[in-house]
């Protein structure tokens, strides 16, 4: 037959998948370094990102990775690319930490190491996408990918709640702008749901917020572009909801006077009004992140807390779970995934360079299969159900995570091999 087997998974996810970021190529990394110490402009910078895409780009083709991304080379950390392009979103270089909510472990961190300042968005205007966020960076990825691989260049992208988690609902946005959190998530996205539970869970959601109407309104537009220019695969980075799997999170909001329940519906909502009313055919994935610093992580604990309503409730196409050691908590939770969302199992870790065993690999694959065993999905449904990734990207900031880039080949040739050795519809 001339065509790919039927069986080949030929969509996103693929079996074998990463999770975006990649270590920066020497070059770029170096023009970087200079551009910290002044010695080059941002536009010395660009001809070397260019470079660097097509240097990702080939690697990631040559390994077998079918979701092509830019590798976010041409960001200097993850969440670069969406609030600076909005109206009503102000840049604030030293917003005073008594303003960021402590309780957020990346926070503590900040005044654990006696910071009186970080920079942050606020938002003081009504929010309006102005400009594109990521279409330039779709436009020359399509050019280096052959036509029919288009569709599967995936772009990622930040949570719509990054920063509003940092200050919470009190001090995220201009009260005279957004009255509360609905206002800026959106409260509409009730209206056109049919399903009884849904309603019923923002009817209750409506009474305490009001305030990411616009915010969600400006993600659909740029999905609405991508789709134009023949995107198909969209991800958002969040790594918000991991917080509510660590007890001193939950207990700091509870005594700041948070009800820890009621902010994840809100981070819930926040994610499914972008989401809302997607074409059919293009797949958006959440990755639920536990922090990527330079190989550090920000939080530890298991989904257990947040798996029943979380998996169920975001309204995407896969998940994208980190599961690379102790502190990423067993396979349990993963009963909870419905049978129309994918997992992406991120098994191997990208925060060092200690190779894992492709043995070991499969047979966590299998434990995960088990796992989600329930009277309505037997392990060989569950298994279908499942991929393979690094656990998070290997460099959320441009400095990336202390490994080299042979060694993040290798974890990804890896990644590859126990794909093809797991499922017969692996290429
Ligand atoms: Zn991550």
């Known amino acids: 037959?001339?065509?790919?087997?039927?069986?080949?998974?030929?969509?996103?996810?693929?079996?074998?998948?990463?999770?975006?970021?990649?270590?920066?190529?020497?070059?770029?990394?170096?023009?970087?370094?200079?551009?910290?110490?002044?010695?080059?402009?941002?536009?010395?910078?660009?001809?070397?990102?260019?470079?660097?895409?097509?240097?990702?780009v080939e690697l990631q083709r040559s390994l077998g990775i079918r979701s092509i991304t830019d590798g976010e080379v041409k960001k200097a950390s993850f969440y670069d690319g969406v609030f600076e392009k909005l109206e009503g979103m102000v840049f604030m270089p030293a917003r005073p930490l008594n303003e960021f909510k402590r309780y957020m472990p990346h926070i503590a961190m900040l005044y654990a190491a006696g910071l009186s300042s970080d920079a942050t968005f606020y938002c003081n205007g009504k929010i309006k996408r102005t400009k594109p966020f990521y279409v330039d960076e779709f436009k020359a990825l399509k050019k280096v990918v052959p036509p029919e691989e288009v569709k599967n260049i995936k772009i990622n992208m930040c949570a719509p709640g990054w920063w509003h988690h940092r200050h919470g609902s009190d001090l995220s946005y201009d009260v005279n702008v957004y009255k509360n959190d609905s206002a800026y998530l959106s409260i509409r996205y009730i209206l056109?749901?049919?399903d009884n539970s849904y309603i019923y869970r923002c009817l209750t959601i409506e009474k305490q917020l009001n305030s990411f109407d616009d915010l969600g309104a400006a993600y659909r537009e740029e999905f609405e572009e991508l789709y134009e220019l023949g995107c198909r695969n969209i991800q958002l980075d969040d790594p918000v909801f991991a917080f509510f799997c660590y007890p001193p999170t939950t207990s700091g909001m509870k005594e700041a006077g948070e009800d820890p329940e009621a902010l994840l519906d809100t981070y819930i909502y926040s994610i499914n009004t972008c989401t809302k009313n997607r074409p059919k055919d293009l797949h958006v994935a959440v990755h639920i992140c536990r922090g990527n610093?330079?190989?550090?992580?920000?939080?530890?604990?298991?989904?257990?807390?947040?798996?029943?309503?979380?998996?169920?409730?975001?309204?995407?196409?896969?998940?994208?779970?980190?599961?690379?050691?102790?502190?990423?908590?067993?396979?349990?939770?993963?009963?909870?995934?419905?049978?129309?969302?994918?997992?992406?199992?991120g098994l191997v870790t990208s925060k060092t360079s200690n190779l894992e065993s492709l043995d070991e690999l499969k047979k966590r694959v299998h434990e995960a299969a088990t796992a989600m065993e329930t009277p309505l999905r037997s392990k060989e449904a569950a298994l279908n159900q499942l991929c393979i990734s690094p656990q998070c990207g290997f460099a959320s900031v441009w400095q990336g995570n202390p490994i080299t880039e042979e060694d993040q080949k290798k974890k990804l040739e890896l990644i590859v091999e126990t794909a093809k050795q797991v499922w017969q519809d692996s290429e």
């Not at 023009?31 to 097509?54: I, M, N, Q, T, W």
């Open 192 to 194: 056109p749901l049919p």
């Open 293 to 345: 610093y330079k190989g550090l992580h920000f939080c530890e604990g298991g989904y257990a807390p947040i798996a029943e309503k979380v998996f169920n409730e975001l309204d995407v196409d896969s998940l994208f779970l980190e599961f690379d050691d102790e502190r990423s908590g067993d396979f349990a939770p993963l009963k909870h995934v419905p049978l129309n969302k994918n997992v992406v199992l």
């Open 1 to 56: 037959m001339p065509n790919a087997p039927a069986k080949i998974h030929a969509k996103p996810p693929f079996r074998a998948e990463h999770v975006g970021s990649l270590i920066r190529p020497r070059p770029l990394y170096e023009k970087r370094c200079e551009l910290e110490e002044g010695k080059c402009s941002v536009e010395d910078l660009k001809e070397v990102e260019d470079d660097a895409v097509k240097h990702v």
